[in-house]
Nanobody
Framework: QVQLVESGGGLVQAGGSLRLSCAAS????????MGWFRQAPGKEREFVAY????????HYADFVKGRFTISRDNAKNTAYLQMNTLKPEDTAVYYC??????????????????WGQGTQVTVSS
């Protein structure tokens, strides 16, 4: 089992920045690829960003390219999502997720076995 706990959400004005953290425990963190997803009210959960076990491969949804950066620190068992130039449409609950590392760049929710509880991000206009 992998336990994931997100933090760092909050209220920010449009154009601002936030950094989300995802602290993992329970298993060897570097055995897992990580993803960030988000879910706005009334919408399905959607892919935001992916990072492989080493941090050497990342992938982003088109709507965050150039604004968000995913990273990880395996020594700290933590993944991050740096979010810059935030827009009101980025308002959502953000979730981190983990899957056993392999060669696949996973963008589907069903590809991840472990999920955090989510952290709310609200961007005001």
């Amino acid at each position: 089992q992998v336990q994931l706990v997100e933090s760092g959400g909050g209220l920010v004005q449009a154009g601002g920045s936030l950094r989300l953290s995802c602290a993992a425990s329970g298993r060897t963190f570097s055995d897992y690829a990580m993803g960030w997803f988000r879910q706005a009210p009334g919408k399905e959960r959607e892919f935001v960003a992916y990072i492989n076990w080493s941090g050497g491969i990342t992938h982003y949804a088109d709507f965050v390219k150039g604004r968000f950066t995913i990273s990880r620190d395996n020594a700290k068992n933590t993944a991050y999502l740096q979010m810059n130039t935030l827009k009101p449409e980025d308002t959502a609950v953000y979730y981190c997720a983990a899957r056993r590392a392999d060669s696949m760049v996973a963008v589907r929710t069903t590809s991840y076995a472990y999920w955090g509880q989510g952290t709310q991000v609200t961007v005001s206009s």
